[in-house]
Nanobody
């Protein structure tokens, strides 16, 4: 059974920092891609950052220059270092992992339960 467990969320003042961690388990192979999504109250879930197994990354425009995603492939673990946090970053952050299952590029996605990040003075 594949399981993703997030940790590191909490309450922080604007301008502060947090580091989120997501540990994957239950897979015989490393995930092809891992990433973070977030969902704020009243809004749809949105992509924050992704990282593939070769280290390439993508970021939402709203977090570029402030957030950094990284991973330890051997551990199926992904991190999100969040600096200069703003109130608009407040959301539940969800870990995502994907595995490509065929030559057409179809993938299977797995999700964590989420960790709350609140940025407030």
């Amino acid at each position: 059974q594949v399981q993703l467990v997030e940790s590191g969320g909490g309450l922080v003042q604007p301008g502060g920092s947090l580091r989120l961690s997501c540990a994957g388990s239950g897979s015989r192979f490393r995930f092809d891609a891992m990433g973070w999504y977030r969902q704020a109250p009243g809004k749809q879930r949105e992509l924050v950052a992704t990282i593939v197994s070769d280290g390439r990354t993508q970021y939402a425009d709203s977090v570029k220059g402030r957030f950094t995603i990284s991973r330890e492939n051997a551990k199926n673990t992904v991190y999100l270092q969040m600096n200069d946090l703003k109130p608009e970053d407040t959301a539940v952050y969800y870990c995502n992992a994907a595995r490509v299952v065929n030559v057409e590029g179809a993938s299977v996605d797995y999700w964590g339960q989420g960790t709350q990040v609140t940025v407030s003075s």
